[in-house]
């Protein structure tokens, strides 16, 4: 048992690792590590199972620091505790090419398992995390062999509390029961401006007793073992849990400790130093480890390789028992695709009527779920306008953790970041559905999906005003041009059926990264496959659809819903005599990533006009268009009426296109 001065040096050791690297980075925030280290402490050292020597074991527990601000602090649990975090990242902590970045940002293979900073969304993580490890567990494990039963752990902050998006996932978690979340608050009341009097005054115990939570009050932060006894109980309720700790942030800065002043500046060399002092610390060396606190550390990761071991033991007692399950798992956990995923999905006849892509792309997840247990997901309150249910499965509830679907709520928040959680947990592909007016309210949780590179799909209907009677407020407009500008989303907007089935495709198919389907409500013609070109040009982002037999005049290019729209124009030019060229351009992403060369013969560089027709914004074309180009689409927000006259009045028809195709190539001209 180690004595309680090895207790309060460990401790230090946390404190003063966090506050030497933000001294030296001139830069970061040494309060919350120096006011939650003995809870870290007890944490990592008697309660998390985690192998270093193997970050990806699918049965470790999850930490989160959802307040990545004090990043610090995960940064030198991680090096203590055997990752690979050698002492040099941290002394270079906040710089150029450093493992050690001002928030945590996912790095595996350094213990670090999600990307947090934006307050709250580390939280929400934690619950699609949650979510994934009961469904698993309900799916996997059998009488006698708990292959997977493990526990999501995560330090949040007075921040992440106040932030809608953590408040929307609370909700969930208890509605959902989560017994195996199990959250240490940082209860420091002080945030940037001040005390947190100013503007957070709520009874924070009251609000998750209400959500369902099991909720614990400890008023002492640096009593590890009232945080111990906590923590054991919190493992043994069934519902989601939260700690409750009174901390003080900063704690031992002889001038700052309990001041906003704590928050997110460096001590300074005098504060530093007097800390040390109070807390008998060394002055020097910095950055200082002593041998037995190292050991004491080490220790810990040792026990968590030896609980691998024994799940290893496990594993190879339950793939004898039951092999066909562990050949799933293994199958699920390496990303692997099944064979012939392609032939589950159905093909879509000709139809002059169509039918909207959301209905397609319903049709095409259903036929991919039952080859791929793995796409688990929901909606937010939108399962029939998204065509997101799914017919087999069940629903995922605490009376039945196995089932697939999510009844997400009206949560956009919260769905979004929940998402990421279930990719990052592995052994699930995750969907979740909304109009795409809604993405804004996800925004934050797919930059950071994109930043992470995770997979997961975004079922985004309605996407245009081709939803009609409900009006401007529910008719995105600059939407697809605000989620081209997030770097690593893949968006693709597919023209009909048959590319609905191919973006999901391309979607699976990816690298790891995240994809959003924008859908139409409205139906839209299916193309005749055999007078025009394959849907399986859309795997390319862009493609010809149709050429005139010779050197073009026009190339009329078009997305999503307005495919129909260039066809039908292309026709009538066609029997006017104009060379017109059409391509789909499905998705701006997947046609970057070509070679130049199919760029070239796509899109020619030598061709007299180009015409782009979008039910959207501009911002972005150009790069297709060129200097010459024409762009047919929306420079102000919609209208409220049946959808037929909004595309009407606001110029997105054939007769449109065909009138600015003539005044581009003129009549003389035509060949």
């Given amino acids: 048992m180690p004595s309680q001065d090895l207790h309060e040096r460990s401790i230090n050791t946390l404190r003063f690792l966090a506050a030497d690297a933000v001294e030296k980075a001139n830069s970061g925030h040494p309060g919350l590590p120096m006011g939650a280290a003995p809870m870290a402490y007890v944490l990592w050292t008697r309660h998390l199972r985690f192998d270093p020597s193997d970050p990806r074991w699918p049965a470790r527990d999850r930490f989160v620091l959802s307040a990545g601000h004090g990043s610090m602090l995960l940064y030198a649990l991680l090096h203590l505790t055997g990752y690979d975090l050698p002492m040099e990242e941290l002394q270079r902590f906040r710089q150029w090419g450093s493992h050690t970045p001002g928030h945590p940002e996912r790095d595996l293979a350094r213990g670090i398992e999600t990307t947090t900073g934006p307050l709250g969304q580390g939280f929400s993580n934690g619950v699609g995390m949650g979510i994934a490890a009961h469904h698993l567990a309900a799916v996997f494990n059998r009488p006698g062999f708990p292959l997977l039963d493990h526990h999501i752990y995560a330090i949040a902050s007075d921040g992440d509390l106040m932030e809608g998006v953590a408040s929307e996932s609370a909700s969930l978690a208890g509605h959902l029961r989560l017994g195996r979340l199990i959250y240490l608050y940082d209860d420091n009341h002080v945030s940037i401006d001040g005390s947190t009097d100013l503007a957070f005054t709520e009874d924070r115990a009251a609000r998750f007793e209400a959500y369902g939570w099991h909720v614990q009050m400890l008023p002492d932060g640096n009593d590890i073992e009232a945080i111990d006894r906590a923590l054991v109980a919190a ?398 689409g929306l420079n102000r927000f919609g209208a409220s009426a049946p959808y037929k006259e909004i595309y009407r009045h606001l110029g997105l028809t054939p007769e449109h296109v065909v009138q600015v195709v003539h005044d581009l190539v003129g009549e003389k001209d035509r060949r």
């Fill in 235 to 632: 493992k043994a309720d069934p519902r989601p849990s939260i700690l409750m700790v009174r901390t003080i942030i900063g704690f031992g800065l002889p001038t700052k400790q309990g001041t906003a002043a704590a928050h997110g500046e460096p001590p300074g060399e005098d504060e530093l130093r007097g800390a040390k002092e109070r807390l008998g610390w060394p002055l020097e060396p910095r950055f200082l480890v002593p041998d037995d606190v190292r050991s004491h550390f080490e220790d810990a990761a040792r026990r968590g390789q030896e609980q691998h071991r024994a799940w290893e033991r496990l594993l190879a007692s339950y793939a004898t028992r039951f092999p066909e399950e562990a050949r799933e798992l293994k199958r699920r956990w390496s990303g692997e695709m099944p064979e012939g995923l392609e032939s589950s999905v159905p093909a879509f006849a000709p139809d002059a009527k169509g039918k909207a892509t959301r209905a397609a792309s319903g049709e095409v997840l259903n036929a991919l779920a039952t080859r791929l247990p793995e796409l688990f997901g929901g909606s937010a309150d939108l399962t029939t306008s998204n065509q997101t249910m799914l017919k087999s499965g069940g629903t995922f509830s605490k009376e039945n953790p196995s089932g697939r679907y999510v009844h997400f709520g009206v949560r956009e928040h919260a769905m979004g970041s929940i998402l990421s959680g279930l990719a990052l947990h592995g052994g699930l592909i995750p969907f979740g559905g909304t109009f795409l007016v809604f993405s804004d309210y996800m925004r934050p949780a797919i930059r950071l999906a994109s930043m992470m590179g995770v997979r997961v799909v975004y079922v985004f209907s309605h996407d245009s005003i081709g939803l009609g009677e409900d009006g401007p407020t529910h008719q995105p407009i600059e939407h697809l041009a605000a989620l081209r500008a997030i770097p690593g989303l893949t968006l693709i907007r597919p023209g009909d059926a048959a590319e609905t089935a191919e973006a999901w495709l391309a979607a699976l198919r990816l690298s790891p990264g995240p994809t959003a389907l924008a859908l139409t409500r409205q139906a839209v013609p299916t193309l005749d496959r055999t007078k025009y070109a394959s849907a399986e040009g859309l795997r390319r982002g862009a493609y010809v659809l149709s050429d005139p037999g010779r050197h073009p005049d026009v190339v009329l290019m078009a997305s999503g819903s307005e495919v129909g729209i260039i066809v039908a124009a292309g026709e009538t030019l066609a029997s006017q005599g104009v060379g017109v060229r059409l391509v789909s351009f499905p998705s701006w992403e997947l046609f970057a990533a070509q070679p130049a060369a199919y760029r070239d013969e796509v899109l020619p560089p030598d061709v007299r006009a180009r015409v782009a027709v979008e039910a959207g914004v501009e911002q972005g074309w150009e790069r297709w268009l060129g200097e010459s180009g024409v762009f047919i």
